[in-house]
Each structure stands twice: as C-alpha cells, then as structure tokens.
T-cell receptor, first 117, second 110 residues
C-alpha cells in the first residue's frame, strides 16, 4: 500500500474560522511533510516531521499549526487565514531514518483544496 | 542559492511521438533527482528517479538521463499516449532540501 490519504478533499472557510486538515499513511514511514501549492506553481515545503518531531519549519506564519499525533497521522490546524492562503495543501511521507530525508522518495496524497473567503 | 530551471514550460506533441523535458540545477550537492507527474486534481506522483551514481535509468516508455558535470538531467517519454497529458516536475535535493522546477505542462495531441 503506497497510499497517502487526505481529508477533506475541499474546504471553504472564512477568515475567522478554525479548521484542520488531516493526513494519514500506513506505509510505516517515519517522515511526513506538508506542502502548499498555488495554481500553476510547484509545491512549496511548509513543515517536515521526523519520528513525530518537527524537524523543519520553513518560516510559515503561525496561523498554520502542524501536529503529528502518531507516526501515521499528520494534521494541519488552520486559524485566522487570509485569502492568499487559498491553495492546494499536499501531504507527503517518506521512509525516514536517513541522514538526509531529501534523498528519500516522497509519496504525495491527493491534497486538500482550500478556499479562504 | 539553490535553483532548478525546467524547460519548456509547455510542450505539445503528437500522440506516438517522443517528449523531452530538461532541467538544470545549481548546487552540486544534489545526489537524488526525482521526476513527478501531476494530473489535474491530484497530488504529484513519482514516475522515475535517478541517483548521481548512474547516468541513465529506464522504465518502459520513460527514461531519465543525468549529466552531473554539466548539472543537467532530462526526462524522455517515448510513444506518448493521451494519458501522458499532465504537468511534470523535476526536482533536485541539495543537503536536506527538495527544490522543484517550475513544471512542464505536456499536451498529447490526437
């Protein structure tokens, strides 16, 4: 099973709402990632978790709050977002445990398309 | 800083013909070069990758070549089919980062 699942598929929220995006994988991977992708652009890395610990935060605004409850789950909590945060949010996972995780194959989920009004 | 240039941004080829997408990277620390295909409404999916200890890798109709000296790598798709229509991203991985190219939108014409 090489599947990464994400819920919800679509999300519309107002600037005062609080919502969460969820990601799950059952490949036994120990590294999980959040990316943001705007239309016609490549994915931009937001956060990396390694063995359930936050290892990389690419200077993402605090209105995005990641959480890794266990090795299979990754959440992204959203609060007080801006319209420019509207994008496709992608989760990915890789095996983990190597000294340079970037050298590992990453498996992406289908993404959550977020619209902030 | 690290940079990956990808060309062309759009490519239209007749069904059955070959398609070639080229990428160059700036940081010689990169040792792993994945290629991702992204169809409309889906997340990127790895289609092939190459590590710096080999110069070429092939998987059925897809091949990737790597020239570390020149810092460029290319994706070759032969006998293109309608289902090859998608956006393709190359990537380089210097140190603990993954740097994507800007993508190539491939159209397969009937």
């Amino acid at each position: 099973d090489t599947e990464v699942t994400q819920t919800p598929k679509h999300l519309v929220m107002g600037m005062t709402n609080k919502k969460s995006l969820k990601c799950e994988q059952h490949m036994g991977h120990r590294a999980m990632y959040w990316y943001k992708q705007k239309a016609k652009k490549p994915p931009e890395l937001m956060f990396v978790y390694s063995y359930e610990k936050l290892s990389i935060n690419e200077s993402v605004p605090s209105r995005f709050s990641p959480e890794c409850p266990n090795s299979s789950l990754l959440n992204l909590h959203l609060h007080a977002l801006q319209p420019e945060d509207s994008a496709l949010y992608l989760c990915a996972s890789s095996q983990g445990g190597t000294s340079e995780m970037s050298q590992e194959t990453q498996y992406f989920g289908p993404g959550t398309r977020l619209l902030v009004l | 800083g690290e940079n990956v240039e990808q060309h062309p941004s759009t490519l239209s080829v007749q069904e059955g013909d070959s398609a070639v997408i080229k990428c160059t990277y700036s940081d010689s620390a990169s040792n792993y070069f994945p290629w991702y295909k992204q169809e409309l409404g889906k997340g990127p999916q790895l289609i092939i990758d190459i590590r710096s200890n080999v110069g070429e890798k092939k998987d059925q109709r897809i091949a990737v070549t790597l020239n570390k000296t020149a810092k460029h790598f290319s994706l070759h798709i032969t006998e293109t089919q309608p289902e090859d229509s998608a956006v393709y991203f190359c990537a380089a991985t210097p140190y603990d980062k993954i740097i994507f190219g800007k993508g190539t939108r491939l159209h397969i014409l009937p």
